[in-house]
């Protein structure tokens, strides 16, 4: 893949010199019209999943300002009635302890809810608008565009656009909480609570707002319930990797969590929504389920909740499609352990010594007393408590918990050595660069050892992910843009889902190996307090055990039982990321096979160009059974179901769009670890940064004592990443961060009349520091002094008497 980041995924993309095969049955006039080999429109690829080609070669003027203007009243009236109407139907809604299907995906800010209210009144204004004058929805979003500034001005001021400036300190070294500020010409770039970004504009149904919901022949779409039980049937013992341990998917899941957290509606006085109850809310998208479904139909179910995604509109507040709202800051910065906005992260401190709360003699994140998260306690044990970290979803699982509570416990004790090493550092200065170092630590592992797992040699090189072996990465670019994409965060990034285990293991020398069932352990802390096991336990049982394969099989506690509230069932995640998809206006999966200069397939045919060229036959014919048109492959399904590519564990389509979001994470963030920018480390700081490895932050802060190398890589008893003695680890060295104090002379200071003396003391060097250069004494008056023969000079403490020669006058 050739060209910048900017250049593949905003401006177009030349695609391979090869025709696609017409395939039989589609109706003139629907067949999406970009070609490969031809140099694609951005603008186009937005009307392709719509109506197919446009008739209409000139784009209609844009609204008047008085329609604009007619628009956003109407809107404003529409908008509160609206509110009056969830008002009125809040009966339905329950606090999240009695949600069906509660999980802390739902935990969503009152931030995020204040900035929803305005874009809902923005979107509302320019589906008014172009209404009004009979656009079609093709031609929609290009419309909106052409509003002029004065126009939009005016209207932001009216809305109060929630995105404003923001005030920078431009002497801080150190990243803020909430991710502003990182780039200084444009410091919204990345901040929590701000827009996701998108490779290719949005495919709604209306064009604007509507989740797409037809095919390329106008018939409705499958069912993503129905998509998840013909194509990602049940994953068992056969579709194990071979290679990678259970820990790279809990290490993808902390790295999603990170750097996304997606804002979801939620009903009135912060209750949740019941979709089931009350579909016609405009906050609600529930799933279908057929009466015949040969899981949920056992239960009488007819419906699967499902809320749709805050809206918001870009980080411009202009009109146009809905966008979606990223709560967590958008850089891979240890914000799932910091936080993503400055009150969370104040909270997680201890403000002394720069460490963070910690509960249970040290060795357990804080309690979250009371129980603000809705976890599972168990009766007859008031000491266990769910947990508080950077990320409100760290109960999700043990799995997660154990992961989370490594990094805390890294940081403090990374935080107490540097205290150590400078006594002179006030809490403050220990906590920033203990943050400074763990940022670039999870970097750094995420890098070198994750990344190259899932996407393959070829592609780190390609999309230049590699760490330098040695030395700055000069490649910082303040005009690329680092914000999550939406597709990425929507579809891509979510593939780590299909290497979930039924079980998850707890194994330990002192802890008796346990499997419960996955659904067994949502939202469940208990097994992090046990004494015998703990953390060391859940961690072990993750690099000791297979992950499944990445393909389009799920095992059956996501698929069926996810966050089970009621005996016997839960929720369906396959189907959740289908629904999300079309929720977030994501384009169709043959469209990214285009913006990843890919040949889309015009039929179902597997293993070859024109087909379903990177499936394999069982595959192919799983999706032919569940959709009419290649077309119309949702994202997520289309790109799980790929064969992996040379290397890697994805197939070329998630590996195009994985990489290039990472791509953008290293390249537009100025304080990536290995950046030679105004924020960097030493370089002898950075050398010790890339000594850093997840078996050893592993070994620093449980009770194992032998660990595979590579954790992501599960020991085998081939002797091929077998287990080794922690302390055969390479280890960082802080002593690089003893601040070397250089010595700085005092002023002088009169002995006598003839004599001054300074001290090597503003500052006193210390053991890595510098010492003084120059004298500490200065004589003012030897040239001056009428001598006689052996008379004696004032004795300076410290130098030997001085008798002079007399002189003749």
């Known amino acids: 893949m050739k060209g910048t980041l900017e250049q593949i995924s905003i401006q177009g993309i030349t695609g391979p010199q ?259 109850a009350s579909p016609q809310r405009r906050n609600c998208f529930p799933i279908p389920l057929p009466t015949n479904d040969p899981f949920y139909s056992t239960f009488n179910r007819t419906c699967m909740n499902f809320v749709r995604a805050l809206a918001t509109t870009n980080l411009e507040c202009e009109l146009g499609p809905r966008q979606q709202l990223n709560m967590n800051t958008h850089y891979l910065d240890g914000s799932a352990v910091y936080g993503s906005d400055k009150a969370t992260a104040d909270s997680l401190r201890e403000f002394n010594g720069g460490r963070l709360k910690t509960s249970t003699n040290n060795q357990l994140l804080p309690k979250d007393i009371p129980n603000k998260s809705s976890c599972k306690l168990p009766a007859g044990n008031p000491n266990i408590k769910c947990f508080l970290a950077g990320d409100p979803r760290v109960n999700q699982q043990p799995a997660l918990i154990a992961l989370q509570t490594i990094w805390m416990l890294e940081h403090n004790r990374i935080a107490k050595t540097l205290e150590q090493l400078n006594g002179d550092w006030v809490d403050e200065k220990v906590y920033q660069e203990t943050r400074k170092i763990v940022s670039a630590m999870i970097q750094h592992v995420t890098y070198n050892e994750y990344l190259p797992h899932i996407l393959g040699n070829q592609q780190m090189i390609d999309l230049d992910l590699k760490p330098k072996a040695s030395g700055y990465f000069t490649g910082y670019d303040p005009t690329t843009k680092p914000q999550i994409r939406n597709g990425f965060s929507a579809a891509a990034f979510r593939f780590g889902h299909s290497m979930v285990r039924q079980r998850l293991a707890y194994n330990g020398p002192l802890h008796s190996n346990q499997s419960p069932l996955l659904h067994n352990e949502f939202l469940k802390p208990d097994k992090i307090y046990d004494a015998n096991g703990g953390i060391s336990s859940v961690t072990r049982g993750l690099y000791e055990e297979f992950s499944q394969k990445v393909d389009r099989k799920m095992t059956k506690e996501l698929t069926e039982r996810l966050f089970e509230s009621i005996h016997g069932f839960g929720g369906d995640l396959a189907a959740v990321n289908v629904q999300r998809g079309r929720d977030h206006g994501i384009a169709s999966y043959n469209i990214w096979r285009m913006v990843c200069e890919l040949t889309p397939a015009d039929d179902f045919t597997a293993g070859i160009t024109g087909g379903l060229e990177h499936h394999s036959t069982v595959e192919a014919l799983a999706l032919a059974n569940t959709y009419s048109s290649p077309w119309d492959i949702d994202l997520f399904t289309g790109g799980v179901s790929e064969t992996p590519i040379p290397g890697g564990k994805v197939g070329p389509t998630f590996a195009c769009m994985i990489g290039l979001q990472f791509r953008a994470l290293k390249f537009g963030d100025r304080f990536f670890y290995e950046s030679n920018t105004d924020v960097k480390f030493t370089p002898t700081q950075l050398t010790e940064i890339k000594k850093t490895t997840m078996a050893k932050i592993i070994c620093e802060n449980t009770n194992i004592n032998r660990i595979p190398k590579d954790v992501f890589r599960k020991t085998t008893t081939s002797n091929i990443n077998p287990e080794i003695s922690c302390s055969s680890l390479p280890e960082v060295i802080l002593q690089k961060w003893k601040n070397c104090v250089d010595g700085g002379w005092s002023s002088f200071v009169k002995k006598n009349r003839c004599v001054k003396m300074r001290v090597c003391n503003k500052p006193k060097p210390n053991s890595c520091g510098k010492k003084c250069v120059g004298s500490p004494v200065q004589f003012t008056c030897l040239n001056n002094i009428k001598t006689r023969k052996n008379r004696k000079l004032p004795n300076i403490s410290g130098l030997p008497n001085i008798r002079r020669k007399n002189r003749r006058g």
């Open 18 to 276: 090869q025709r696609p095969r017409q395939r039989p049955g589609v109706r003139p006039g629907v067949r999406p019209g970009i070609r490969p080999g031809n140099r694609v429109d951005i603008n186009s690829i937005g009307n392709i999943a719509i109506s197919g080609i446009s008739k209409i070669d000139v784009t209609p003027k844009a609204p008047s300002r008085k329609v604009i203007e007619t628009a956003l009243k109407t809107a404003t009236v529409q908008v509160r009635k609206d509110d009056r109407t969830e008002q009125s139907l809040r009966k339905f809604d329950t606090p999240d302890i009695q949600t069906e299907g509660f999980g802390p995906h739902l935990l969503t800010s009152l931030e995020a809810i204040e900035i929803s209210e305005n874009a809902q009144v923005m979107i509302e204004t320019a589906k008014n608008a172009v209404e009004k004058l009979k656009i079609d929805k093709s031609q929609r979003r290009k419309v909106l565009e052409q509003i002029p500034d004065s126009v939009l001005n005016k209207i932001k001021k009216q809305t109060r656009c929630p995105f404003g400036a923001v005030q920078c300190d431009p002497t801080n070294k150190y990243r803020t909480a909430d991710g502003s500020c990182n780039n200084v010409a444009n410091p919204l770039w990345g901040k929590s609570h701000t827009p996701f970004e998108r490779f290719i504009p949005s495919f709604y149904e209306d064009g604007l707002d509507d989740p797409r919901a037809t095919d390329v022949f106008g018939d409705p779409l499958p069912l993503a319930r129905d998509i998840s039980v013909k194509v990602h049937t049940v994953s068992d013992s056969t579709t194990q990797m071979n290679d990678l341990s259970h820990f790279s998917m809990e290490f993808g899941q902390f790295v999603s969590h990170d750097i996304q957290m997606n804002a979801l509606s939620k009903g009135q006085y912060l209750s949740n929504l019941n979709c089931c």
